[in-house]
Nanobody, 114 residues
Framework: QVQLVESGGGLVQPGGSLRLTCTVS????????MAWYRRAPGKERELVAG???????NYADSVKGRFTISRDNAKNKVYLQMNNLIPDDTAVYYC????????WGQGTQVTVSS
């Protein structure tokens, strides 16, 4: 059973930054699909950013230029650097990997508010 643990969420003022970390309980160097999703109150879950084993990335239009996804295969971690946060970024953020099966973390709350 693969476990994903997210950390780094919290309360931040508009314009602030946070870095989310997803720690995976197995080696990730062979995992092609890794991503961050989020679910805001009253909304559907949406893809925020994805990264392949080769380092290719994709982003939701709403976060392009503000968020950066990265991975550290040696540490079995995937990161989401979030800059210039706005209130619409408030959501529970989930780490996702496709490693044979689909695996999800438990989520970490990000709240952007003054």
């Amino acid at each position: 059973q693969v476990q994903l643990v997210e950390s780094g969420g919290g309360l931040v003022q508009p314009g602030g930054s946070l870095r989310l970390t997803c720690t995976v309980s197995r080696a990730i160097f062979s995992i092609n699909a890794m991503a961050w999703y989020r679910r805001a109150p009253g909304k559907e879950r949406e893809l925020v950013a994805g990264i392949t084993s080769g380092g290719s990335t994709n982003y939701a239009d709403s976060v392009k230029g503000r968020f950066t996804i990265s991975r550290d295969n040696a540490k079995n971690k995937v990161y989401l650097q979030m800059n210039n946060l706005i209130p619409d970024d408030t959501a529970v953020y989930y780490c996702y990997i496709r490693g044979g099966s689909d695996y999800w973390g438990q989520g970490t709350q990000v709240t952007v508010s003054s």
